[in-house]
């Protein structure tokens, strides 16, 4: 089927287009013109913003539910919830849970490919149980532990949609879990680390390329008897091909701190993620992080999930509109830059080559919304999921 999308403000790399109509066929992009070209059938997207699908490449849940609830309903439920806010694309992520609740998790996977009406499923994050407990945030104590090549062989063999794999590099045995996971095409990240400046560079060497959202529950300028000794933060700005993620919500990162990764790392290298938890979607209240039989009790309040003593963040409860809104309002950020590091950059990230712009061969996966940047509607591969 021929499609013509029209009447629309197009988002490209380099700014907006008003007068250029899109056509797909068959769930690809076959032009962008300002020709009209005979088609079988018409989106009108009423003078609204047209840009390549969202993408979201961290997110644990939406609407109600985890992915480590481990149902194929609980990622309809929470992958619906996405689209609803203009995602086209998301990785479920878990949490450090043990090896079967993985196993479960990925199983579930398997089976929610199967729903037409949610943003794609293109592969999994694995976040943990490679931790460091010094910088566990909200992950739980009782999972974090020392990496097991037999642990991660048996993950790896149960499944092979696992697209990134967040770990703490200065544990003993990380150099040997890169080396399997780059191996088997998985990017490792580091995330939930103590890791110094130079055990990071070391690590990015051997391919830990990614940092899982940026400042949070990392290692930064610190007192080693009384020397001082740089950390994360402070490699991810000095190593030029480290790309970030930062979880654009408002709460996690205030106004100068996302104007200050963007000076300095560029839309080249940002990720705009959720980190999103259950609640992502949903009111203020008290909620759970991870599986809902024995995951962690958060309350939601001030826009963000918080532990229930309130000592730190535990996710988010953003969604993809909102990224963009922070990004435009808070950091100032011009809106085809915000939309680039939520489309180009993630995909170029994860190597799916296949999506992140609107130009002639990729996926015809787009979100279409206003000037308040609320979502109109979110097609994936030509279907309308939402609006």
């Not at 013109?33 to 079988?40: I, V």
């Not at 109600?64 to 919830?81: N, V």
């Not at 958060?298 to 003593?309: M, N, P, Q, S, Y």
């Not at 011009?334 to 180009?344: C, E, K, S, W």
Request: glycine letters at 8%.
């Amino acid at each position: 089927m021929k499609t013509k999308y029209t009447n629309l403000i197009l988002v490209t790399p380099d700014g907006c287009e008003t007068e250029k109509n899109l056509y797909t066929e068959d769930g690809v992009i076959s032009a962008v013109t300002e020709e009209n070209l005979p088609a079988d059938r018409v989106i009108d997207c009423g003078g609204n913003y047209l840009s390549a699908g969202w993408i979201d490449i961290h997110t644990h849940g939406a609407g109600g539910a985890d992915f480590l609830d481990g149902t194929p309903e609980a990622y309809h439920t929470a992958a619906r919830m996405h689209g609803i806010h203009g995602a086209t694309t998301i990785l479920p992520t878990t949490t450090s849970v043990d090896r079967d609740r993985i196993v479960q998790a990925a199983a579930a996977f398997e089976e929610a490919k199967k729903f037409d009406d949610i943003p794609d499923l293109p592969g999994l994050h694995l976040e943990g149980p490679y931790l460091a407990s010094s910088q566990k945030g909200a992950q739980e104590d009782r999972f974090i532990h020392p990496f097991d090549t037999a642990e991660t062989d048996e993950i790896l063999a149960a499944s092979d949609k696992i697209l990134r794999w967040t770990a703490a590099p200065e544990l003993d045995g990380a150099g040997e879990f890169a080396k399997n996971l780059t191996a088997r095409g998985i990017l490792p990240c580091i995330g939930h680390t103590d890791a110094t400046f130079s055990e990071t560079e070391e690590a990015f060497r051997k391919g830990f390329t990614h940092i899982t959202h940026l400042y949070s529950c990392m290692s930064t300028v610190h007192r080693v008897n009384a020397y001082r000794v740089a950390g994360v933060l402070e490699a991810a700005y000095y190593l030029d091909g480290m790309t970030v993620e930062i979880i654009a919500d408002g709460s996690h990162l205030p106004a100068e701190l996302l104007k200050y990764v963007v000076k300095f790392k560029g839309r080249e290298k940002i990720a705009l993620v959720t980190d999103s938890m259950r609640a992502a979607g949903m009111g203020p209240g008290e909620s759970v992080l991870g599986a809902l039989d024995n995951g962690l009790p958060v309350i939601v309040e001030d826009g963000v999930a918080k532990l229930t003593d309130r000592s730190a963040f535990a996710g988010s409860v953003a969604t993809c509109d909102l990224r963009i809104r922070t990004m435009v309002n808070l950091a100032q950020v011009p809106l085809h830059d915000a939309v680039y590091m939520l489309t180009t950059t993630p995909a170029r990230i994860m190597g799916l080559t296949d999506r992140g712009a609107v130009q002639p061969g990729l996926r015809a996966d787009f979100t279409v919304f206003d000037r308040e940047i609320s979502v109109i509607k979110t097609i994936v591969a030509d279907r309308v999921i939402h609006g």
